[in-house]
């Protein structure tokens, strides 16, 4: 099992409509979450970080479920400029600071 | 401007050379990172340190090789060992110890292509 999944998709949707990404982990002990975009050939760039109580940043919320060790991004209202993969990071136990990256989730917003 | 700088942008290999990326940051990151990326494919982690004269592998460390004498400064080393080289590197820095710093940043990458 990977340490980190997600649906590589592509995900095509029209313009305004609402798209939600998953990704589970298998670390139980991981401390840190993020979500990425990166752009084709490109160098990824922090979206947010991800916390217990979940967090809001324009069109875009993201949830932790500790329990289920899965982390979800939420866009609302989508742009075309929204188009992009999305890479779901984890940060592992206390005082290692190794990032492992998901796949990636592409994202198709369609006109 | 505080960023990470990775040179160069494109390189190419002739079979059995070694050549060596380089990645620079002045943003008083203590960790360091190399990734390698595949078309389609995500980030894989090849070496990480978290602090000078110190670094460990990560999953795919067979065929590469790395040091880190000072703080700003993490090179990487794709030896002829490594039989598959072409790829999109990526190295990125993070602080240590507070949420507020702990966030990959990232360089702009270089392509790797064996001629």
């Known amino acids: 099992r990977k340490e980190v999944e997600q649906d590589p998709g592509p995900f095509n949707v029209p313009e305004g409509a609402t798209v939600a990404f998953n990704c589970t982990y298998s670390n139980s002990a991981s401390q840190s979450f993020f979500w990425y975009r990166q752009d084709c050939r490109k160098e990824p760039k922090l979206l947010m970080s991800v916390y217990s109580s979940g967090n809001e940043d324009g069109r875009f919320t993201a949830q932790l479920n500790r329990a289920s060790q899965y982390i979800s991004l939420l866009i609302r209202d989508s742009k075309l400029s929204d188009s992009a993969t999305y890479l779901c990071v984890v940060r592992g136990s206390s005082g290692t600071y190794k990032y492992i990256f998901g796949t990636g989730t592409r994202l198709k917003v369609l006109a | 401007d505080g960023g990470i700088t990775q040179s160069p942008k494109y390189l190419f290999r002739k079979e059995g050379q070694n050549v060596t990326l380089s990645c620079e940051q002045n943003l008083n990151h203590d960790a360091m990172y190399w990734y390698r990326q595949d078309p389609g494919q995500g980030l894989r982690l090849i070496y990480y340190?978290?602090?000078?004269?110190?670094?460990q592998k990560g999953d795919i460390a067979e065929g590469y090789s790395v040091s880190r004498e000072k703080k700003e400064s993490f090179p990487l080393t794709v030896t002829s060992a490594q039989k598959n080289p072409t790829a999109f590197y990526l190295c990125?820095?993070?602080?240590?110890?507070?949420?507020?710093?702990?966030?990959?940043?990232f360089g702009s990458g270089t392509q790797l292509s064996v001629l």
């Open positions: 990125a820095s993070s602080g240590t110890g507070t949420a507020t710093n702990e966030k990959l940043f």
């Open positions: 340190s978290q602090i000078v004269n110190d670094f």
